[in-house]
Every structure is written in structure tokens, then in C-alpha cells.
């Protein structure tokens, strides 16, 4: 079992700044990846970055990519996402997830922290 606990979350204005963070629990070394989701008000949770545990080796979807930066400290069990150049439409809860697998539906979830970026 691996367990994850979000922070960071809160209100910026639109242009600002944000980095969430992502504690995972002991066993982590079981982790092949991470990820950060979010869900909108009245819209499916959308799948945001991810990155390989090992070797650090990153995706973006295009609606952050150039803004977002995803990582993690191997030595802290910590995923972070730095959050620039904020809009209003990045208003969302954001999730950290994990799993051991390769593919598939992420199996490890957080609780969630909300994220408004006011205009």
C-alpha cells in the first residue's frame, strides 16, 4: 500500500505561481510512476504530467506543457508540481497518484487540493 497526502494548494491570481506537493508513504521503492490529475467543476478528471520514478523521465499534457514542471525527490518520497504562469481555467483539484505498474489506471490516489487561479 502506498498513501499520499497533498499540499500546496490555494488561491493566486491569474499570471502567478503555485508548487504542490505530494508525500508518499513508506514503500515507495515499490513506485515505477507518478502523476498529478485534476477535476474542474462539472468536468472528467484529466490526466495533467506524470514521471518514471526511476531515471526521472517526464510527460506533459498540452495544456500545461511550458507552464508545469513535475518531479520528485527519490530520497524524500516527494512528487511536486510547479505551477507557472497560471490561468483561470487551471481552477481545478488537483490529485497526486502512483502506482507500481507500468500502464493502466493509476491505483494509488490523494485526497486532493484545490487550486483557484482568480482573473
Known amino acids: 500500500q502506498v498513501q499520499l497526502v497533498e499540499s500546496g494548494g490555494g488561491l493566486v491570481q491569474a499570471g502567478g505561481s503555485l508548487r504542490l506537493s505530494c508525500a508518499a508513504s513508506?514503500?515507495?521503492?515499490?513506485?515505477?510512476?507518478a502523476a498529478w490529475f485534476r477535476q474542474a467543476p462539472g468536468k472528467e478528471r484529466e490526466f495533467v504530467a506524470d514521471?518514471?520514478?526511476?531515471?526521472?523521465?517526464?510527460y506533459y499534457a498540452d495544456s500545461v506543457k511550458g507552464r508545469f514542471t513535475i518531479s520528485r525527490d527519490n530520497t524524500k518520497s516527494m512528487v511536486y508540481l510547479q505551477m507557472n504562469s497560471l490561468k483561470p481555467e487551471d481552477t481545478a483539484v488537483y490529485y497526486c497518484?502512483?502506482?507500481?505498474?507500468?500502464?493502466?489506471?493509476?491505483?494509488?490516489w490523494g485526497q486532493g487540493t484545490q487550486v483557484t487561479v482568480s482573473s
Open positions: 513508506a514503500r515507495t521503492f515499490s513506485i515505477y510512476r
Open positions: 514521471i518514471r520514478w526511476s531515471g526521472g523521465s517526464t
Open positions: 497518484a502512483a502506482d507500481y505498474r507500468r500502464g493502466g489506471q493509476y491505483v494509488y
